[in-house]
């Protein structure tokens, strides 16, 4: 089997235009959304390029149906910093946040940063958090050994990109492979950069011999073939 998933961070307003980019391509995603900056009265600057307003929720309830939400933290804080205490509290009120909003139990998370340590996931752990994905990217199509831990392929703007979508496509492996593409949509600044990932869409989709998942899909799938 071979499985093709994306992971985007941070519920801004870009992610109204990528998601209609996923759906025309019939590609699917999971977004970990920070729950205590659902509204639009908060918003950032990227770099010196663009402002970064986040999305609200009463005005976009149903944005990412069809797709995964999971946990990003409350406030997105570097979680290795914080006492244990303040760790759990920015896991828990956003997963239960999330879980009232969008209706279905969180699961998954991604690293704010993409830090952590040892008793961040102990945290994860005791809040029911199954995988959380890091910013390390492997260039390789392996399944993670620890979920918690979970190192994606690579990030939508990397260089290798179409190289790596190229030779994932055309491999001819037995074995079950996972294209695993990250990013967060405010990092397409440019109609050029739009055009860029709607052309990375369109070259990996229709194809018959992928599915096409979610994160918590294609753990479902893995933990399911652990038990075979």
Known sequence: MKFITFSFDDNVVDDIRLVEILNKYGLKGTFNLNSGTLSRISSWRYGDVKDVTYINYCEQPNLYDGHEVACHTYRHPHLEKL????????????????????????????????????????????????????????????????????????????????????????????????????????????????KAFEELCAYISGREDIRYCTNIEVLDYMSGKNHE
């Open 83 to 194: 006492d244990r205490g303040t760790a759990d509290n920015e896991v828990r009120l956003d997963k239960k946040i999330l879980e009232c909003l969008y209706g279905y139990q969180i699961r998954g998370m991604a690293y704010p940063y993409g830090t952590y340590n040892d008793e961040v996931l102990e945290v994860l752990r005791d809040n029911g958090i199954e995988y959380s994905r890091t910013v390390k990217s492997t260039h390789r199509f392996g399944f993670p050994e620890e979920p918690l831990l979970w190192n994606p392929t690579c990030h939508f703007r990397d260089a290798e990109v179409m190289k790596l979508a190229e030779k994932f496509l055309n491999s001819e492996s037995e074995e079950d492979m996972l294209l695993y593409i990250w990013g967060h949509s405010y990092e397409m600044v440019t109609e050029e950069d739009w």
